[in-house]
């Protein structure tokens, strides 16, 4: 998460960790940290219950510039497949 942040921050502290667009940059790192964040539009429903101590992890972790960008991330460049969307997933 370190690496992250200080990668946008070099970056000009915008939405993308390489120039002015999305890349394969933005699309690894916000894959890597799909686990740990869980956010609304990735490919495993939220709400799934998660150990105690990995949600203790997780809730120091939230309040982040890091997981804030995953999650926007997700929220803006992840679309949902044709089939995924007609089966209501």
């Given amino acids: 998460m370190d690496r992250l942040e200080a990668e946008l921050l070099n970056n000009g502290g915008g939405e993308f960790l390489v120039g002015e667009c999305f890349s394969v940059a933005d699309l690894t790192a916000?894959?890597?940290f799909y686990p740990v964040v869980g956010p609304e539009g990735g490919p495993i429903p939220?709400?799934?219950p998660m150990p105690e101590t990995?949600?203790?992890f997780r809730e120091n972790l939230s309040e982040r510039p890091g997981f804030t960008w995953v999650e926007e991330t997700f929220r803006h460049h992840r679309h949902r497949s044709g089939r995924f969307a007609r089966a209501g997933r």
């Fill in 30 to 32: 916000a894959s890597l």
């Fill in 54 to 56: 990995f949600e203790r």
């Fill in 46 to 48: 939220p709400g799934q």
